[in-house]
């Protein structure tokens, strides 16, 4: 039994698209920051703090958590369209980072991979930024953005495109042996 421990209708495609089975648990991990915590330490955290206590000894659990990632602080979900505006103002015509990372964890294992993306906005003004988010109301992505968004703030991507979706693709791909006999 493969289980997703994810609402995120970005990651379930992509397991359907690969052909994969799954099913979904959702995950209500206490998702708050520490102080001066690392961007990497956080990331790992939040991978973990999903994956719960009942695990079952037949299932793969698959949890994962994305973050955006400017000069070392994480900009997380906007709280409100004033936290959504302040965030793509500071991201306008700069380069950040998005890493997405996934835990796979059965009773005896338990791996941990991440993907970094580099992503360079576009210059965007107010208007802009508005209209933005008007039409996409992007509070429940961090950054306040999503890269499939038609018309967005996304203006060059350096890496993976699944890994600012919210999967690492790649790495998840590289961990075959411990996920195909779960996923028949």
């Known amino acids: 039994m493969f289980i997703l421990k994810s609402n995120s209708p970005r990651r379930m495609q ?32 939040m991978v973990y703090s999903k994956l719960g206590q009942n695990i079952k000894e037949d299932a793969l659990y698959l949890t994962a958590d994305t973050i955006v990632v400017y000069q070392g602080e994480i900009l997380h979900k906007p709280t409100d369209e004033a936290d959504a505006k302040r965030i793509l103002s500071l991201l306008s015509a700069k380069t950040h980072s998005v890493f997405s990372g996934i835990c ?60 600012v979706l919210g999967f690492p693709l790649r790495s998840f791909l590289q961990q075959i042996e411990l996920w195909k006999q779960f996923t028949n």
């Open 14 to 45: 992509i397991l359907e698209n690969l052909g994969l089975r799954f099913q979904v648990e959702s995950s209500n991990a206490n998702e708050d920051q520490f102080q001066n915590e690392n961007h990497l330490h956080y990331l790992e955290r």
């Open 104 to 163: 796979l964890a059965t009773m005896e294992t338990k791996e941990f991979f991440y993907e970094e993306t580099r992503i360079q906005f576009k210059t965007w003004g107010s208007s802009e930024i508005e209209m933005y988010i008007k039409k996409y109301q992007p509070y429940d992505k961090a950054g306040s953005y999503g890269i499939q968004d038609e018309a967005g703030p996304v203006l060059e991507r350096v890496g993976s495109y699944s890994n």
